[in-house]
Nanobody, 124 residues
Framework: QVHLVESGGGLAQAGGSLRLSCATS????????MGWFRQTPGQGREFVAT????????YYGDFVKGRFIISRDNAEKTVYLQMNNLKPEDTGVYYC?????????????????WGQGAQVTVSS
């Protein structure tokens, strides 16, 4: 079983930054692909970013447009999402997810484990 705990959410002004962290349990973190998804008001869960086990493959949702950076620290069993130039439409709940397949994936159904989510609110 893998447990994921997000932190670092909160309130930011438009143009500001937040850094989300996702701490994991389990011995196999370094072999997992990790992803971030978000659920914005009135929308389903949307792909944000993914990173493969070795951090040499990263993919982002189209709306990111160079504003977010996903990274990981396998020694700390933690994945990060640095969010810059935030916009009010980035407001939502951000979820960390783990896929036991080491390949980075944008598909929600490929992720077996999910965190509880972290609220991000961006004011204009």
């Amino acid at each position: 079983q893998v447990h994921l705990v997000e932190s670092g959410g909160g309130l930011a002004q438009a143009g500001g930054s937040l850094r989300l962290s996702c701490a994991t349990s389990g011995r196999s973190f370094s072999s997992y692909a990790m992803g971030w998804f978000r659920q914005t008001p009135g929308q389903g869960r949307e792909f944000v970013a993914t990173i493969n086990w070795s951090a040499d493959n990263k993919y982002y949702g189209d709306f990111v447009k160079g504003r977010f950076i996903i990274s990981r620290d396998n020694a700390e069993k933690t994945v990060y999402l640095q969010m810059n130039n935030l916009k009010p439409e980035d407001t939502g709940v951000y979820y960390c997810a783990a896929s036991t397949d080491a390949v980075a994936t944008m598909r929600l159904r490929d992720y077996e484990y999910w965190g509880q989510g972290a609220q991000v609110t961006v004011s204009s």
